[in-house]
């Protein structure tokens, strides 16, 4: 079984978690520039990811968990669609891949993966992720928004393991 995590975002990734533990994280697959404007999600690039993920077009062991796009206080208009715009692409590869899938708000699985985690904002969940996966370090400053597609990716494991 492999779980997936996805944090939608240009600056998010996809985490695999595999049934031997093994964690394989990969930014959010873009075109253009490194950094600011010119970029753009890589769609190929992304359903790619996704076929890679699950083992080709294995649709029975396979279950991906996806945080719900919604805006955030203080986020631009611009932003604010660029992060839907890549939500609805996610979504749509997973339909098209006919891959099993959950959509689920960022305060229900921080409060289920972060509890009782000291620090702030990413620093938090870096450490429960760094925690939970100890193979896994950030060694740049961008990695650690990382953590969040790795703990849906749990979140997802978890859920899925209890039958909830």
Known sequence: MRYIGIDPGKDGSISIIRDDG???VVPTP????SSGKG????????RDTLTTANGGYDTKNVFVT???AQS???QGVSSTFEFG?????W????AALELPY???HARTWTRVMLMGASGEGKQRACSVAMRLFPQWRPKLKYEEEFADSILLAEFGRRTQQRGI
């Open 30 to 33: 873009m075109v253009g520039t």
């Open 22 to 24: 093994q964690l394989v």
């Open 91 to 94: 979504l749509g590869l997973l």
């Open 66 to 68: 996806i945080e719900r």
């Open 39 to 46: 970029r753009e999600y890589d769609i190929i690039g992304m």
């Open 102 to 104: 959950q959509v689920i």
């Open 72 to 74: 955030m206080p203080g």
């Open 85 to 89: 715009r890549g939500y609805g692409i």
